[in-house]
C-alpha cells in the first residue's frame, strides 16, 4: 500500500517562509520542514529551503517568533549538510530544547523531533515523496 503525503513523515503541501500565522497552501521542493504546533495541532508550516535558517524575534530570521519574549532575537539555527539537518543554539538565554533536552553544540535533527525554543513548539517533519 503506498504512503500518503500525511502519514508519520509530514506533509507534502509546504509554502515559503511564513509568519507564525500564515497559510500554507503552495507546492515547494523542500527536503524538510518545522512545523510550529499550538493547541495540538500544525499551526504553520516552514520549509528549510537553503543551507542556512535561522529562527528568532529579529525581522531577518527566516522563522519569526514575534509573540514570545523568551526567544532571543536571533536564537536558533538549522544548517543543511548533504541530506543532514542540523540545529544550533546561537548563544540564546534560554537555549534549545529537543524532545524536552538541552542542546549543546549542534545536534542532527531526526523526524518526529520535538524542538522548543522559548515557549514555541516546532516538529522536525521529512518531505516525503
Known amino acids: 500500500m503506498a504512503r500518503k503525503g500525511n502519514q508519520d513523515f509530514g506533509t507534502d503541501r509546504v509554502a515559503k517562509p511564513t509568519q507564525e500565522l500564515g497559510e500554507s497552501t503552495q507546492q515547494s ?4 520542514t518545522f512545523v510550529r504546533v499550538a493547541d495540538g495541532r500544525d ?3 516552514h520549509p528549510l529551503l537553503g543551507d ?6 529579529d525581522r531577518s ?3 519569526q517568533i514575534t509573540d514570545d519574549t523568551s526567544v532571543s532575537r536571533k536564537h536558533a539555527s538549522v544548517t543543511r549538510q548533504g541530506v543532514r539537518f542540523m540545529l544550533e543554539d546561537l548563544g540564546s538565554s534560554n537555549g534549545v530544547l529537543v524532545n524536552g ?3 549543546e553544540g549542534a545536534h542532527e535533527l531526526r523526524v518526529g ?6 515557549k514555541t513548539v516546532y516538529v522536525f517533519r521529512r518531505r516525503v515523496e
Open 61 to 63: 530570521c527566516h522563522i
Open 113 to 118: 523531533d520535538k524542538v522548543e525554543i522559548g
Open 29 to 32: 521542493p523542500a527536503l524538510a
Open 52 to 57: 542556512l535558517f535561522i529562527i528568532g524575534r
Open 101 to 103: 533536552v538541552r542542546i
Open 43 to 45: 499551526a504553520s508550516v
